[in-house]
């Protein structure tokens, strides 16, 4: 699954480390998920769309998903 985290992360000035902190997670998770090799849980998802102060929607791109329907 696409998403912005790495642009909104760089936009902020964040390191991976520090946004897995901040959202309770490891750096690790912060990495694959970037690179689309894991998908955030929705509990993750929202921990990470509510601190850019966006919606899951606005940070994770379902148009995989709608296709696929």
């Keep these: 699954m696409k998403n912005r ?5 760089k936009a902020n000035k964040l390191s ?3 946004l897995a902190d901040i959202v309770g997670t490891t750096r690790q998770t912060i990495t694959s998920i970037e690179v689309g090799k894991y ?11 509510h601190y850019f ?4 929607e606005e940070v ?3 148009s995989d ?3 696929e329907e």
Excluded: H, P, V, W
């Design 5 to 9: 985290i790495k642009e909104l992360r």
């Design 16 to 18: 991976q480390r520090e």
């Design 39 to 49: 998908t955030a849980s929705l509990g993750l998802a929202y921990k990470i769309a």
């Design 53 to 56: 102060n966006l919606t899951i």
């Design 60 to 62: 994770f791109d379902f």
């Design 65 to 67: 998903l709608e296709s």
